[in-house]
Structures are given as structure tokens and as C-alpha cells.
């Protein structure tokens, strides 16, 4: 059974720093890309982050490029999120999705899971 379990949310002040977590199981985690989404109130879904799977390359929202860091443990089964000077517009639900193509019987398809989100609120 596919997993994914996001922690780490909660409420922080402006400037402050949060670390979110997403454990993953019931897949070849290592095989998967990665990424964090977020949805704020009113707003749509929007990829923050996201490493590749072996290689480890890394994107990044211009909103927090330079703020925030993804970074995974392939050995954990862990993707994070390291979000620092954190604003009152980050305020959202974040989601981990982990994503990637595979052959199945010469085919190409593709795979996406999703956690379930974690808030995060920034406020004074």
C-alpha cells in the first residue's frame, strides 16, 4: 500500500523556520521524483519544490528560491523541506507527491502519489 506521510506543519511567526517531512512507503522510493505543492486559501495548487530521484537536482518556486531547500534521504524513504525567513504568504497546506515514468508491459506510464498535507501558518 502506498504511503505518503507529511509532518512537521504548524504555526511559526513571521521570519521563522519550519521543517517538513514526508515518509514514504509501498514504493521504490528511490526510483521517484519528488516535490512539494502548496494551496493557500482561495488560490490554486502550486509546486514549491522539487529533487529529482538519483541525481538529486533541485527547483524551485521564485517565491522562495533562496528561503526554502528540498533535500531527501533515499536510505529513510524521506523527502524535506527546510523553509526558513518564512512570510505570512506562505501560509498554506503543503502536499508531497512523489512522481515518475515507468515501463509496465511496453508501455510508458506514469505514476503520481500524494500525502494527505500538512498546514503550515504564518502569523504574528
Known amino acids: 500500500q502506498v504511503q505518503l506521510v507529511e509532518s512537521g506543519g504548524g504555526l511559526v511567526q513571521p521570519g521563522g523556520s519550519l521543517t517538513l517531512s514526508c515518509a514514504a512507503s509501498?514504493?521504490?522510493?528511490?526510483?521517484?521524483?519528488m516535490n512539494w505543492y502548496r494551496r493557500a486559501p482561495g488560490k490554486e495548487r502550486e509546486l514549491v519544490a522539487g529533487?529529482?530521484?538519483?541525481?538529486?537536482?533541485?527547483n524551485y518556486a521564485d517565491s522562495v528560491k533562496g528561503r526554502f531547500t528540498i533535500s531527501r534521504d533515499n536510505a529513510k524513504n524521506t523527502v524535506y523541506l527546510q523553509m526558513n525567513s518564512l512570510e505570512p504568504e506562505d501560509t498554506a497546506v503543503y502536499y508531497c507527491?512523489?512522481?515518475?515514468?515507468?515501463?509496465?508491459?511496453?508501455?510508458?506510464?506514469?505514476?503520481?502519489?500524494w500525502g494527505q498535507g500538512t498546514q503550515v501558518t504564518v502569523s504574528s
Open positions: 507527491n512523489a512522481w515518475g515514468f515507468f515501463w509496465r508491459s511496453a508501455k510508458l506510464s506514469r505514476d503520481d502519489y
Open positions: 509501498g514504493f521504490t522510493f528511490s526510483s521517484y521524483n
Open positions: 529533487i529529482t530521484n538519483r541525481i538529486g537536482i533541485t
